[in-house]
């Protein structure tokens, strides 16, 4: 059974950082797939974040690029995706999934529009002070 499983989520305060976590196993080869970080706040649509290569190239969306940081663990048929979360702000507070792209080994296309077959359930942030 193919899983992505987040871990991490929680309170940071404004400034604040956090680190997300993203475990990826089951019977297909994650360390050649595109990964992704997404969120999605109440009321709002979902929201790309991040990607990383299977090479370890990454992307942003402009309203994270220079305070989080994508990066990837590969391990034989398993994989640990993290984001790291700086200089938290108040509109960074969301439900964040992580999510498989295996038709590519890269994100670029561009990265928040590819097709992505696998999910995690998702972890919550919270942004506060």
């Known amino acids: 059974e193919v899983q992505l499983m987040e871990g991490g989520g929680g309170l940071a305060q404004p400034g604040g950082s956090l680190t997300l976590s993203c475990t990826a196993s089951?019977?297909?080869?994650?360390?050649?797939?595109?990964m992704a970080w997404f969120r999605q706040s109440p009321g709002k649509g979902r929201e790309a974040v991040a990607g990383?290569?299977?090479?370890?190239?990454?992307?942003?969306a402009d309203s994270v690029e220079g305070r989080f940081t994508i990066s990837r663990d590969n391990a034989k048929n398993a994989l640990s995706l993290f984001l790291h979360m700086n200089q938290s702000r108040p509109e960074d507070t969301a439900m964040y999934y992580c999510?498989?792209?295996?038709?590519?080994?890269?994100?670029?296309?561009?990265?928040?529009?590819?097709?992505?077959?696998?999910w995690g359930q998702g972890t919550q942030v919270t942004v506060s002070s």
């Open positions: 999510a498989a792209d295996p038709g590519s080994w890269t994100c670029q296309g561009p990265f928040e529009h590819r097709p992505y077959t696998f």
């Open positions: 089951g019977h297909t080869y994650f360390p050649d797939y595109c």
């Open positions: 990383i290569d299977m090479d370890g190239s990454t992307t942003y």
